[in-house]
């Protein structure tokens, strides 16, 4: 996706209602600064710098007899603000090409564990891991707490709001924007192939990029805010989930948890621009609840936000 700036002939909503955003900035995927680090079970072993592809998942490798997994690391420059405006949203678009898997029950990516089996998350981390990936950001510098890109598999664009991520990039004057790109569970480490292939940096028309939208306005007198964000990981979970918050104000939340029939079964305390808690996968009386889908809700001054997680056996 070639960079451009330009202005748009209709009207799209910022993050502010009075306000609507009117130069948009298409930021491409550096080829130089990615790649995908390859783990064997012995520790990192080194790094893929093929840039046409990412590939995030576990598999055999039946020529040398070894199992591996990997995970992808993207990286963007980081966008420059138009005189006069500031930052509004951040897209990140990203094509998966492909899916393989070997599970027991016939769905990929999915890992086999004794007791049962584990469809992951594919997500989507915020990282600082400098100029190039190399064999040290197998634990790079977390920015942000880990969002869910998708978990459908499907092959196609997908779409996700990096707009904190890149706010805060602009604020602190870092050179790029990177994420690292993982399935939830690095690996099972059996002999069957789990992984999701992505387009990379050189895959053209398919490659990797942010679209940047700017509103009116000036960072100087009125600081970037950054979207809203309720995540938690693990997720799906069977013992207790890790919930995280992150707010452009600094204010008192609340975090309810329902079950599919809409009945509150507790409620949870977070404060701050970042928070995190566990629910242990109880109600309010300490009884723990039965497996299923549960909601997450939270409200404040803010709109209402709500979160799906699912409690496995």
């Known amino acids: 996706m070639p960079i451009k700036i330009w202005i748009t002939l209709a009207a799209v909503a ?39 592809y990412y590939m995030a998942g576990d598999a055999w490798n039946w020529f040398d007899m070894y199992r591996y997994a990997s995970e992808a690391y993207i990286s963007f420059p980081v966008a420059n603000v138009p005189p006069g405006q ?12 492909y899916c393989a898997g070997n599970s027991s029950i016939g769905e990929y990516p999915v890992f086999d564990f004794p007791g049962g089996s584990f469809p992951p998350h594919c997500q989507l981390t915020h990282v600082d891991y400098g100029y190039q990936v190399d064999t040290t950001d197998y634990d ?12 459908s598999y499907l092959p196609g664009w997908n779409e996700l709001d990096v707009t904190a991520c890149v706010a805060d990039d602009i604020q602190v004057g870092r ?12 690996t ?35 600081a970037v805010r950054p979207s809203q964000r ?48 566990e629910w242990d996968g109880r109600d309010s009386s300490g009884r723990s609840v039965t497996p299923g889908i549960y909601l997450i809700r939270l409200t404040g001054k803010q709109p209402s936000q709500t979160l799906k997680v699912v409690k496995l056996p």
């Open 175 to 186: 050179e790029y924007t990177q994420f690292q790109i993982k399935l939830q569970l690095l």
């Open 140 to 151: 790079p510098v977390i920015l942000h707490p880990p969002l869910n890109l998708f978990n």
């Open 86 to 97: 500031q930052l509004a949203s951040t897209t990140l678009h990203c094509f998966v090409a």
């Open 230 to 277: 309720l995540t938690a990981f693990p997720n799906p979970f069977r013992t207790a989930t890790r919930i995280e918050f992150v707010s452009g104000d600094s204010r008192t939340e609340e975090a309810m948890v329902f079950n599919q029939r809409g009945q509150l079964i507790r409620r949870l305390d977070l404060a701050g621009k970042f928070a995190a808690l």
């Open 188 to 222: 099972d480490w059996d002999n069957g192939d789990d992984y999701v292939v992505f387009y990379g940096a050189e895959a053209a028309n398919y490659n990797p990029w942010l679209e940047v939208e700017f509103c009116p306005g000036s960072p100087a007198q009125d």
């Open 14 to 52: 910022c993050l502010w209602p009075a306000l609507a955003a009117d130069v948009t900035d298409s930021l491409a995927c550096l080829a130089g600064n990615d790649g995908t680090l390859i783990i064997r079970e012995s520790g990192v072993y080194g790094v893929d710098y093929t840039s046409d």
